[in-house]
């Protein structure tokens, strides 16, 4: 064992001790600890020049007292933070909303979680977010009272859930509900009677629908029309008559019809699409039974798609509940939904979007989009909407024309617990801007995985979907 002093700098080490048994790496790291040089930046000067890590003592004629001489830079010495740690806790709650990732849940006011999971997937589309939050507080002499209530409720809602990490009581908006939908007041032994989601989500669309209207016609038309809207192009045969006739309607949602013939939604979409009505033939002058067929004329930015599952039931008197497992997908494509017309504008989209995917696989694109060069890119249904009702002819976003491809991404859905429409529980399953998947159960979230999502088709007592909504794929070209 030697005892030695080391000079680096201004600093003097006293009394270094060697342990001679060591290799010198060793003795590298007790400088280290004293001087924050690390060893492969320390030159040590000895006889015969600097010590390497792995010399040999006895070779380098050290003696007891003998003063060694040490260069090299020191690290950074790590600075204490100016500011000290921040907890979540300790945060704003408007921050800690954001930080968290997904918005709060909605407290249950007494059977109204028909209310909550409907308002949480409709809060879900930033496009209506947005129109909502361009709405005038000012009622204009087009919309009523009541209707003018109800979007700026509607508005302050949506808002107090962004800023919240607390369940938020929805008292003003259900208020101005019930006031305009006199339905949702209903009282069973004075307690609030549980309510349909489904007539809550239409009747929502409807109202947002007129008093989102722009004050001008000469400006884009009903937004919400534009989100959430089809046109239906129908064909109505008469067997008895063989007269046939064609007429259109907007809807602002598809049904899925179930039968034990009906095993995935797209069979349940295409089963909705036919059926039969009575109506008076001019031919034969009395009320006969029609074939109506319908095909999709255009497509809206969030297709929503409602699961029929119930249905009056004489001998109970009530809306009992179809149990059939439906399976519904993460990707739906609903081209040969779609009328010749509509088929004919989607199918350039579409080549350029299996393109991209061949792309992205390392396959070669076709030789007709090659030979264009165009650059192309894929986006979400995001931006704003132009209103009218026809996206799929594309609109203008940042000077690139966006077009629908038939192509559709679930983001949320709506289940229902239970045997009854006036029983059970309602939950949303809602995705986020990050891909992750929120349960909202009233008042309580929590994340959920993707597999699970589809997982909620029914067949028992569980969770079942009874409303999906998905977001339009639109490729820019």
């Given at each position: 064992?030697?005892?030695?002093?080391?000079?680096?700098?201004?600093?003097?080490?006293?009394?270094?001790?060697?342990?001679?048994?060591?290799?010198?790496?060793?003795?590298?790291?007790?400088?280290?600890?004293?001087?924050?040089?690390?060893?492969e930046?320390q030159?040590?000067m000895?006889?015969?020049?600097?010590?390497?890590?792995?010399?040999?003592w006895?070779?380098?004629g050290?003696?007891?007292?003998?003063?060694?001489?040490?260069?090299?830079?020191?690290?950074?010495?790590?600075?204490?933070?100016?500011?000290g740690p921040?907890?979540?806790?300790?945060?704003p709650?408007?921050?800690r909303?954001?930080?968290?990732?997904y918005?709060?849940?909605?407290?249950?006011?007494?059977?109204?979680c028909?209310?909550?999971?409907?308002?949480?997937?409709?809060?879900?589309?930033?496009?209506l977010k947005?129109?909502l939050?361009n709405?005038?507080?000012?009622?204009?002499?087009?919309?009523?009272?009541?209707?003018?209530?109800?979007?700026?409720?509607?508005?302050?809602l949506?808002?107090?859930?962004?800023?919240?990490v607390k369940?938020?009581?929805?008292?003003?908006?259900?208020?101005v509900?019930?006031?305009?939908?006199?339905?949702?007041?209903?009282?069973?032994?004075?307690?609030?009677?549980?309510?349909?989601?489904?007539?809550?989500?239409t009747?929502?669309?409807?109202?947002?629908?007129?008093?989102l209207?722009?004050?001008?016609?000469?400006?884009?038309?009903?937004a919400?029309?534009?989100?959430?809207?089809?046109?239906?192009?129908?064909?109505?045969?008469?067997?008895?008559?063989?007269e046939?006739?064609?007429?259109?309607e907007s809807?602002?949602?598809?049904?899925?019809?179930?039968?034990?013939?009906?095993?995935?939604?797209?069979?349940?979409l295409?089963?909705?699409?036919?059926?039969?009505?009575?109506?008076?033939?001019?031919?034969?002058?009395?009320?006969?039974?029609y074939?109506?067929?319908?095909?999709?004329?255009?497509?809206?930015?969030?297709?929503?798609?409602?699961?029929?599952?119930?249905?009056?039931?004489?001998e109970?008197?009530?809306?009992?509940?179809?149990?059939r497992?439906?399976?519904?997908?993460?990707e739906?494509?609903?081209?040969?939904?779609?009328s010749?017309?509509?088929?004919?504008?989607?199918?350039?989209?579409?080549?350029?979007?299996?393109?991209i995917?061949?792309?992205?696989?390392?396959?070669?694109?076709?030789?007709?989009?090659?030979?264009?060069?165009?650059?192309v890119?894929?986006?979400?249904?995001?931006?704003?909407?132009?209103?009218?009702?026809?996206?799929?002819?594309?609109?203008?976003?940042?000077?690139?024309?966006?077009?629908m491809?038939?192509?559709?991404?679930?983001?949320?859905?709506?289940?229902?617990?239970?045997?009854?429409?006036?029983?059970?529980?309602?939950?949303?399953?809602?995705?986020?801007?990050s891909?992750?998947?929120?349960?909202?159960?009233?008042?309580n979230?929590?994340?959920?995985?993707?597999?699970?999502i589809?997982?909620l088709?029914?067949?028992?007592?569980?969770?079942?979907?009874?409303?999906?909504?998905?977001?339009?794929?639109?490729?820019?070209?």
């Amino acid at each position: 064992m030697l005892t030695v002093s080391v000079k680096w700098q201004k600093k003097v080490f006293e009394s270094m001790e060697i342990d001679t048994s060591q290799p010198p790496y060793v003795f590298k790291a007790q400088l280290y600890d004293l001087s924050g040089v690390p060893p492969e930046r320390q030159k040590i000067m000895v006889k015969g020049g600097i010590l390497k890590d792995d010399a040999d003592w006895s070779t380098l004629g050290l003696k007891n007292g003998q003063k060694l001489m040490m260069m090299g830079t020191a690290d950074e010495i790590v600075k204490a933070p100016e500011k000290g740690p921040v907890f979540m806790e300790d945060l704003p709650e408007e921050e800690r909303a954001a930080n968290l990732g997904y918005s709060a849940g909605l407290v249950n006011l007494g059977n109204t979680c028909y209310m909550n999971s409907t308002m949480q997937c409709l809060k879900s589309v930033p496009e209506l977010k947005s129109e909502l939050s361009n709405y005038q507080s000012a009622r204009t002499k087009d919309v009523d009272q009541t209707s003018h209530m109800l979007t700026v409720a509607t508005r302050e809602l949506f808002s107090e859930l962004d800023k919240s990490v607390k369940a938020v009581a929805p008292m003003p908006f259900w208020m101005v509900l019930q006031k305009k939908y006199p339905q949702f007041a209903q009282l069973h032994n004075g307690n609030h009677m549980q309510q349909d989601a489904e007539e809550c989500w239409t009747q929502m669309l409807y109202t947002l629908s007129q008093s989102l209207k722009p004050p001008s016609p000469s400006e884009d038309p009903d937004a919400v029309k534009a989100l959430f809207g089809l046109n239906l192009r129908s064909r109505l045969h008469c067997q008895e008559s063989s007269e046939e006739s064609s007429e259109t309607e907007s809807v602002f949602s598809l049904k899925c019809h179930i039968s034990h013939e009906v095993n995935h939604l797209h069979e349940g979409l295409k089963h909705g699409l036919k059926g039969e009505l009575e109506k008076t033939s001019p031919a034969l002058g009395r009320t006969v039974v029609y074939i109506k067929e319908s095909l999709i004329d255009s497509l809206p930015r969030y297709l929503t798609v409602q699961f029929v599952r119930f249905f009056w039931k004489r001998e109970s008197n009530q809306k009992a509940k179809i149990l059939r497992k439906v399976d519904y997908p993460l990707e739906l494509d609903i081209y040969d939904l779609c009328s010749e017309d509509l088929r004919k504008k989607l199918e350039a989209p579409r080549q350029k979007l299996r393109d991209i995917e061949g792309q992205k696989l390392g396959l070669q694109a076709s030789a007709k989009s090659s030979s264009k060069g165009d650059d192309v890119k894929m986006t979400d249904a995001e931006g704003s909407s132009n209103g009218s009702g026809e996206s799929s002819n594309g609109d203008q976003q940042g000077g690139a024309s966006s077009h629908m491809t038939g192509i559709y991404d679930l983001v949320s859905v709506l289940t229902h617990k239970g045997r009854s429409a006036d029983s059970g529980h309602y939950v949303s399953w809602v995705k986020q801007e990050s891909g992750k998947w929120v349960q909202y159960d009233d008042a309580n979230t929590s994340l959920q995985r993707e597999e699970d999502i589809t997982k909620l088709s029914g067949g028992g007592d569980w969770h079942m979907a009874y409303i999906v909504m998905y977001k339009a794929r639109l490729i820019s070209m």
